[in-house]
């Protein structure tokens, strides 16, 4: 079965700091890969995602994340965090076509102070 | 355009009780999810919808059930509520798989 492992699961920074969230993947055939993101009380939204092609993706509010196939990681960055980016993030993968649902990591707690 | 809509919002059951959560898209999206999530442990899905009239087990089904007889509504049911089912449930859809999906609010369900 496919797993997700995010190995940061709270992070504290400082207002304009940069951000790395690393997420590893165990599936090693062809998957599709999201970053999503859960605001304190909201639902979850897409941040980005990759499926084929330019390994380095841009999501919105600044985000990126780079695939690295050989690692299987798609960790997730940002050069300079705001506050309002405090927030849950959730990486997910989609190894069987989708039909059957993504699979979640366990979720970073990440807590930007002003 | 509501997107994912989930009612109830919040629910707080006893133990033994029966309910059912209801999530309806707008979207004409065929593929449709129940996840539930925990702290600590991320989002895990419960069952699952490919199209009106079908249903599937996820990872966590167990004392759960789900209906889809019209294709914008996919139902979730417990029958008899444990504790242990004490969790926020995600109704999530999206038109092609492996497409992002679309989430609802959440359902906040206690069971006492």
């Known amino acids: 079965a496919q797993s997700v492992s995010q190995h940061n699961h709270h992070v504290i920074l400082s207002e304009a700091a940069s951000l790395e969230l690393g997420c590893n993947y165990s599936?090693?055939?062809?998957?599709?890969l999201f970053w999503y993101v859960q605001y304190p009380g909201q639902h979850l939204q897409l941040l980005l995602k990759?499926?084929?092609?330019?390994?380095l993706v841009k999501g919105i509010k600044g985000f990126e994340a780079e695939f690295i196939k050989s690692k299987f990681s798609f960790n997730l960055r940002k050069p300079s965090v705001q506050w309002s980016d405090t927030a849950e993030y959730f990486c997910a993968v989609d190894s069987g076509g989708g039909a059957d649902g993504l699979t979640f990591g366990k979720g970073t707690h990440l807590i930007i102070q002003p | 355009n509501a997107g994912v809509t989930q009612t109830p919002k919040f629910r707080v059951l006893k133990t033994g009780q029966s309910m059912t959560l209801l999530c309806a898209q707008d979207?004409?999206?065929?593929?449709m999810y129940w996840y539930r999530q925990d702290p600590g442990m991320g989002l895990r899905l419960i069952h699952y919808?490919?199209?009106?009239?079908?249903?599937a087990k996820g990872e966590v089904p167990d004392g759960y059930n789900v209906s889809r007889l019209k294709k914008q509504n996919f139902l979730l049911g417990l029958e008899s509520a444990a504790p242990s089912q004490t969790s926020v449930y995600f109704c999530?859809?999206?038109?092609?798989?492996?497409?992002?999906?679309?989430f609802g609010d959440g359902t906040r369900l206690s069971i006492l």
């Open positions: 919808s490919v199209g009106e009239g079908t249903t």
């Open positions: 599936y090693g055939g062809t998957v599709n």
């Open positions: 990759y499926f084929s092609g330019d390994p």
């Open positions: 979207m004409n999206h065929e593929y």
């Open positions: 999530a859809s999206t038109y092609f798989a492996g497409q992002p999906q679309h």
